[in-house]
């Protein structure tokens, strides 16, 4: 089945710096790749997410960059801020799943730490 | 995008108990899912709730332990029976709408089994 790795699996920042975060899959017939932003005591929130036909996306300070021939993708945070803080999950869809809302496969997790 | 409650948002209860989880859509949706995540850890699938059939379980996860119900395509409930300490954790349920791929995710149940 598919297999997401994630890493650095802790990364910390002053503010104002970028945070890069890495995710690499096994399943070349994935397509679809969400990135989720955990807060304590909260459940994961969708912020990002990228389909297989498309090589990179925006939405303000944050962007998805997805290299189908190695396998990876990447969550790019520019000008971070304290409130950038959390833990990011990225997943991958595996090959085979129905319509709607497939089932998701997530990688470790990144905990970011952004300092003032 | 979807709104995902769940109730209790957390629980501390006596080991061989059961308890029940509730999670209400304020939509509907295609498909229900159940995630377990353990302290600091990653998100695991327990199962895949079907409306108006049985759920359809990740290997670790059998129906006695973790019976779930979906009588309607906006609401699931997941009960972990019989509990043990082992079962303490976060469950989280997740769901998205039809022929859109995103899926959201309820606030958690925090269950500690004592």
């Known amino acids: 089945g598919e297999n997401v790795e994630q890493h650095p699996s802790t990364l910390s920042v002053q503010e104002g710096d970028s945070a890069v975060i890495k995710c690499t899959y096994s399943?070349?017939?994935?397509?679809?790749f969400p990135w989720y932003k955990q807060e304590l005591g909260k459940g994961p929130q969708l912020i990002i997410d990228?389909?297989?036909?498309?090589g990179e996306k925006k939405d303000q300070r944050i962007a998805v960059t997805l290299n189908k021939t190695a396998k990876h993708f990447s969550l790019h945070i520019t000008e971070t801020q304290p409130e950038d803080s959390a833990v990011y999950f990225c997943?991958?869809?595996?090959?085979?799943?129905?319509?709607?809302?497939?089932?998701?496969?997530f990688g470790k997790g990144m905990k970011l730490t952004v300092n003032p | 995008s979807a709104v995902i409650s769940q109730k209790p948002s957390r629980d501390i209860c006596q080991r061989g108990t059961s308890l029940t989880i509730q999670c209400q859509v304020d939509?509907?949706?295609?498909?229900m899912f159940w995630y377990r995540q353990q302290p600091g850890q990653s998100l695991t699938l327990i199962a895949t709730?079907?409306?108006?059939?049985?759920?359809?379980?990740e290997s670790g996860f059998v129906i006695d332990k973790f019976p779930i119900s979906r009588p309607n395509l906006t609401f699931s409930t997941l009960t972990v029976s019989n509990m043990s300490p082992e079962d303490s954790s976060i469950y989280l349920c997740?769901?998205?709408?039809?022929?859109?791929?995103?899926?959201?995710f309820g606030q958690g149940t925090r269950l500690t089994v004592v």
């Open positions: 997943a991958a869809r595996p090959q085979g799943t129905q319509g709607g809302s497939e089932k998701l496969v």
């Open positions: 399943d070349s017939a994935s397509n679809y």
């Open positions: 990228i389909r297989s036909n498309v």
């Open positions: 939509s509907q949706v295609t498909m």
């Open positions: 709730a079907n409306q108006g059939s049985e759920a359809t379980y």
């Open positions: 997740s769901g998205g709408q039809t022929l859109n791929t995103e899926a959201f």
